[in-house]
Every structure is written in structure tokens, then in C-alpha cells.
């Protein structure tokens, strides 16, 4: 057992875990914030995408004790005064999801993205999304929904 | 996965002092954690070593570059330094995985895992690189031993790869269509005199290729180990590559690293 201390989408957090505690678990089961979520969790397709001091990582493969004292967003994190972030409005409009569960993992992904280029092209953006697997859309809309939210950052 | 003991160690010194016949150390976690995750390693004690601050970073000098072992594959491809000094290298780990693994998994922790199928053991074979560790200093040629298998001792602790800076260098690789491992992954570098081909992906461990290298340094042109029939005997086989196909693709890949030299 060990103090995990993080600053979660603004909020400082102080919470004994174990040792083995998955931050994609601390974050889902001991906040609640179950907005990240679990598909492989082998490290593959993405979902759990989270950002720790402004990169992503995926947090099925990160240890709470090792990002100890990091500031983490989640999906949670990204709407302002219950307005959507521009990628999720975004997502929304040009229909970058269907079943929604892959969507969590590419809206914080592709953030990142734009944080570190602004204005990538379609291949950049294909590059970017190389660790995010969606089984439903064909990525066409998703790459056309990152490249929206583009001109809205 | 079972449970262990986190420990963050300050220095090199804190670091093997906590090693033990049941410990790893920390870095990325990449590779550790999922093996961990999948019970293919079991450890008592855990030892994050990424907040030891000498071990990351990067130098240049005029005859090498000097990689921390902590250092991201974020921070290599997008370093100004390896890119004018060893721009292959650059673009080696800019074509490791994925953006978060490249956010996360480190130079050191690729290199001591020692996966037959990863980048980065090509390029220290290539660009005879001097492995630095909290002990002594190994060369590339006798680090890598075998599948998953280095000259790293018990607690001993990799703080630097010293890469020798080629006259040219290319990395080329045929990669995984899903994870991005090497099917095959060729690295020539060009040397004072001197031509390494470094395999990696074709066998167990990674391998510098004494035939092309001894007809590249000949003749510094695809055209020299053009249709160059490999034996493929000791190469791997499995569902993405059989081992006639990894054998022509070793030509394949080198062929292109020379002309993009």
C-alpha cells in the first residue's frame, strides 16, 4: 500500500492504493471516473488513453505509483462549464463513433495531437491514431472529426 | 496481477541496492507491465528507476551521440541533436509503437529486454554502441546473447548507450501491420572503413550480417547484395513470416537502407 497523490482533471486527489494498482483502476474504481475504459487492456487498441502532464499514455499500462504526483485529465476533464470540448463536438457532429467505446481513448489521443500540431494532415493524423483500434467506424469520420476540431482549437 | 513492492529509487547507488534475485527495475513499464499483467513475470519488488536524473538526457560529441537509459522515444526522434548527428536513429524511434509508448518506453528498458523482434538492439549493433552500465562499460557486439537475453548482470543498472556516429546510416523495417515490432528490421550503417548490417525480427537476437557486410564495404551499393540468397535456416518462422520470407526481406530491407543512405 502506498499514498497515490494526483492533481485529476484539476482537483487534487489523496488515496491509499496497493502497489500493483493500475492508474486506468485507480482512476475508474477508486475516483469513479469510469469515463476511461478498458478494451484490451494489453496495451493495444486505446481505450484507456489518458493524458499525464499533457502527454498521453494509456493507463492500463502505467502503475498509479509511478505518475504519483502527476496532474492527469480524463475524458471528464475536457468539457468547461458543461460545455463539450471542441474534439467531442466534433465527434458529435461529423459522426466519429458508433458504439462510442473505442471514443474516450481517441478524443484524449487526439488532443494530443493537436496540442503538439496544430494543424496535421490526414496522414499525421492516421500516424497519431496508430494505438487507437475503433471496430466500428472505418476510421474515415474520425480522422475527418480531428481534422474539424482543428480549425476550432 | 500479483502483488509487488513500488519502490522510486533516487540514484544508481539506491537502485541496486534494492535488486535482488526477485526484482526488476521500472522505466516505462512497457514491456513490463504487460508481462506482469499476462503472469509471464512474476516480482517481489519493483524498482522505478525513470526519476533518477542522470539517467536521462542526451549528448553529443563530435564522434558520438550518448543516450541516457531513462530517455523517452519521444525525446530521441524529436531531439535536434540525434537528428543532425544520426538522423536514422531519429527516425528509428520515431517508428517504435505507437504516440503513448513512445510517451513512455525508454531506450534502456528496450535494450535489456533484448526482444528479438525490437528497434533499438539493431541500432547499438550497427552504430557499434557502448553499453554503459553502473559497473562497467559492454560493447554492443557482446551485450545482446539471446532471445530476451543480455551480458547484463543480476542488480546491474544500464545508465547510457554511447552510439559512434556513421558516416551514413539507414534504418529500414517491415513492420508488424498491428503492433509495429520488426517482421524485419535492417540498420547499415556506413563507418571509417568499416560496414555494419544489423538484423533485427530474422532470429532469436539481433545479428550484424558479416556477408553484406563484407560486400557493402567493397562496394558501398545496393547493387552489391542484389539477389543475395541468405540462408534462412536459423531464421524465425510464424504466422506473419515464414523463414524464406524473412530471409529474402533481410535483402529487401538493406537494399533500401543503402540507397537511402
Redesign the interface.
Known amino acids: 500500500m ?1 499514498k497515490i497523490s494526483l492533481e485529476v482533471n484539476g482537483r487534487k486527489v489523496e488515496k491509499e492504493a ?3 494498482t ?1 492508474l486506468s483502476t485507480f482512476l475508474r474504481e477508486h475516483l469513479q471516473l469510469t469515463g476511461t475504459h478498458i478494451g484490451c ?4 487498441c ?1 481505450a484507456c ?1 489518458v493524458h499525464v502532464d499533457g ?4 493507463s492500463c ?3 498509479a ?2 505518475v ?1 504526483g502527476s496532474k492527469v485529465t480524463t475524458i471528464e476533464g475536457l468539457e468547461t462549464n458543461g460545455k463539450m470540448h471542441p474534439m467531442q463536438e466534433a465527434f458529435k457532429k461529423l459522426h466519429g463513433l458508433q458504439c462510442g467505446f473505442c471514443t474516450p481513448g481517441m478524443v484524449m ?1 487526439a488532443v ?2 493537436l496540442q503538439k500540431n496544430k494543424k496535421p494532415s490526414d496522414t499525421e493524423i492516421r500516424d ?1 491514431l ?3 483500434i475503433c471496430r466500428c467506424t472505418g476510421y474515415q469520420n474520425i480522422v475527418a472529426a480531428v481534422k474539424e476540431a482543428a480549425t476550432k482549437m | 496481477m500479483k502483488d509487488f513492492n513500488y519502490h522510486s529509487a533516487k540514484d544508481s547507488k539506491e537502485a541496486s541496492k534494492l535488486a535482488s534475485s526477485s526484482s526488476a527495475f521500472l522505466a516505462g513499464g512497457m514491456t513490463t507491465i504487460p508481462s506482469m499483467k499476462l503472469g509471464l513475470a512474476t516480482y517481489k519488488d519493483l524498482i522505478d528507476i525513470k526519476n533518477i536524473k542522470k539517467l536521462s538526457g542526451i549528448k553529443v560529441s563530435g564522434k558520438s551521440v550518448t543516450i541516457g537509459a531513462a530517455t523517452k522515444h519521444v525525446e530521441v526522434s524529436n531531439s535536434k541533436d540525434v537528428k543532425k548527428a544520426i538522423p536514422s536513429l531519429s527516425s528509428l524511434a520515431e517508428g517504435i509503437g505507437d504516440p503513448q509508448v513512445r510517451n513512455r518506453g525508454t531506450i534502456g528498458g528496450s535494450i535489456a529486454n533484448n526482444d528479438p523482434s525490437a528497434d533499438y538492439p539493431s541500432a547499438c549493433i550497427a552504430l557499434n554502441a557502448t553499453i554503459h552500465t553502473n559497473e562497467r562499460k559492454i560493447e554492443a557486439a557482446k551485450f545482446f546473447k539471446g532471445m530476451f537475453e543480455t551480458a547484463l548482470k543480476k542488480g546491474e543498472l544500464i545508465e547510457a548507450i554511447e552510439f559512434q556516429i556513421p558516416e551514413k546510416s539507414s534504418y529500414q523495417k517491415h513492420p508488424n501491420p498491428a503492433s509495429r515490432y520488426a517482421i524485419v528490421g535492417v540498420y547499415v550503417a556506413k563507418h571509417k572503413g568499416d560496414v555494419n548490417v544489423a538484423v533485427t525480427g530474422a532470429k532469436s537476437c539481433v545479428y550484424n550480417d558479416k556477408e553484406m557486410s563484407k560486400a557493402l564495404a567493397g562496394n558501398f551499393s545496393s547493387s552489391s547484395i542484389d539477389g543475395m540468397d541468405l540462408d534462412s535456416s536459423e531464421m524465425n518462422s510464424d504466422m506473419h513470416a515464414s523463414a524464406d520470407f524473412r530471409a529474402s526481406l533481410v535483402v529487401t530491407q538493406a537494399k533500401k537502407a543503402v540507397d537511402a543512405c
Do not use: F, H, Y
Not at chain 1, 41 to 44: L, P
Not at chain 1, 55 to 58: D, E, I
Open positions: 502506498g496497493p502497489d500493483n493500475l487492456d494489453t496495451s493495444q486505446g488513453v502527454n498521453s499514455l494509456k499500462t502505467a502503475l505509483a509511478d504519483n489521443s494530443d495531437l497519431w496508430e494505438g487507437n
